[in-house]
């Protein structure tokens, strides 16, 4: 059983498969979402049984997402992902599994597997009101940041619509944040999946946007709409030796391209600390839980 690199021209394919779910609200059972990350995650892809495999590994361990297929033959579909693994000589393991699936699996084949909470997988939604309101208490420092941003740079700076011929001054502003960090693994995957999403957003049907500062970009987002009411967002990079300006452009983005959406989705932690304490505190209104499985 074969396994196939992830490629561009394989969107429209696997896109018959992610929608089989139209209303899941997961970060990672996007397209876009698997393009963007595929160096890093080292996904590869197979259709079997009319079922989509999506072979990933967390740390170095290998596993697979969620396998796509009708849920009227999600147990055969589950059989033909254990024999892929067994086929690598892989012990069977699945991950960021989210509790709907879960509860699929159990109606499917009930008893055969375990299930094991991943937390840190776990996505943040947001109400997109609260995000681009910021009111109440809670967020009253988060409004202080803006307000401060505003009364510092008022028509020094300009929010954009992203534009392809922008690609150099993003990366740009992207090196010069990546430098401050040290070198390392992550960041490398993580500068390949910039540029990827920042290179396909017109062909993964990505929004993103910049906000300049005195002409120059530093700051700039892309994301998507994942469900009817629901944006996603992949990546957000500031500055951040310019005041409030993380607050400002998660607001204004959203503001100016998913104002009509009710959710928003700031994917997980990967139980970072600091990204975990600064996603907490825009206060989320719930979490996509997720859960690892293995075989009873």
Request: charged share 30%.
């Amino acid at each position: 059983m074969g396994l196939a690199a992830l490629d561009i021209a394989d969107r429209d394919l696997l896109q018959r498969y992610l929608k089989i779910f139209p209303e899941n609200e997961s970060s990672e059972c996007t397209f876009s979402n698997m393009f963007i990350w595929a160096k890093g995650d080292r996904i590869e892809w197979a259709i079997e049984n009319d079922t989509l495999l999506l072979h990933t590994y967390t740390g170095n361990v290998p596993c697979l997402m969620t396998a796509f297929c009708e849920p009227a033959k999600l147990a055969r579909g589950l059989e033909t992902a254990i024999d892929l693994m067994h086929s690598r000589s892989e012990a069977f393991r699945m991950c960021s599994l989210p509790q709907w699936y879960v509860d699929h699996i159990e109606a499917s084949m009930p008893g055969k597997f375990v299930f094991t909470r991943e937390e840190h997988h776990d996505d943040y939604i947001y109400e997109t009101k609260s995000l681009t309101e910021l009111s109440g208490r809670d967020l009253h420092g988060k409004r202080n940041h803006i307000n401060k941003f505003h009364n510092l740079f008022e028509n020094r700076f300009e929010f954009q619509p992203y534009t392809r011929d922008m690609f150099a001054d993003c990366m740009d502003a992207y090196f010069r944040w990546y430098e401050e960090q040290g070198s390392s693994a992550e960041l490398d995957w993580e500068r390949d999946s910039v540029e990827r999403a920042l290179r396909h957003v017109d062909e993964l049907g990505l929004k993103a946007a910049v906000i300049r500062v005195d002409g120059k970009v530093e700051a700039f987002t892309v994301g998507e709409r994942i469900t009817r009411d629901m944006a996603l967002i992949h990546i957000e990079k500031a500055n951040y030796n310019v005041a409030g300006l993380f607050s400002v452009i998660n607001q204004m983005f959203l503001e100016n391209t998913f104002g009509d959406t009710m959710w928003v989705n700031r994917e997980e932690d990967m139980g970072i600390e600091g990204l975990r304490r600064a996603k907490r505190s825009y206060k989320p209104a719930r979490m996509v839980l997720k859960y690892g499985a293995t075989l009873k």
